[in-house]
């Protein structure tokens, strides 16, 4: 009965000590070993990918990513486009995967994208994802192509 509110809240951090976690969070989080495939420097010892794919990838991280995952890793907040795209993909077809996001499927809250994108803008992404689909780009900035 004597106890104080702080006691009985154990999850809520005082003030003095926020910034000590905060520092410790960031140490960890350096110190972590990175996936197999990330950057150290954009575009140095990325995957080899076609223009139309390099294109892709920066389209997907503009237009896409902030729903779908960096990398199309999947999440719960949206499709997993590793799974549509792969070979028995709902939207492996170029076409199907098209109209879907000039379209959008506003049921499941996926906006249309035709103002913001042209064909070959998604038809690059498209490329882009089934070439993550199938394994051949892995996660992380590819090296521009030359």
């Excluded at 996936?35 to 892709?56: I, L, N």
Aim: aromatic share 4%; charged share 25%; hydrophobic share 40%.
């Amino acid at each position: 009965m004597g106890r104080s509110r702080r006691a009985a809240l154990p999850l809520r951090v005082r003030a003095e000590y926020r910034p000590l976690i905060c520092l410790i969070v960031l140490l960890t989080l350096a110190v972590m070993p990175r996936p197999a495939g990330a950057q150290g420097e954009a575009g140095k010892g990325g995957a080899k990918v076609s223009a139309e794919e390099y294109e892709g990838w920066r389209q997907y991280n503009a237009n896409c990513a902030r729903c779908h995952g960096q990398d199309a890793l999947p999440n719960p907040v949206a499709a997993n486009l590793l799974k549509s795209l792969s070979e028995a993909g709902p939207v492996r077809d170029k076409e199907a995967f098209t109209t879907v996001v000039m379209k959008g499927r506003s049921a499941k809250g996926m906006p249309a994208f035709a103002k913001q994108l042209d064909a070959a803008k998604v038809g690059a992404i498209h490329s882009y994802l089934v070439g993550r689909a199938d394994k051949r780009i892995p996660v992380g900035r590819p090296k521009r192509p030359t």
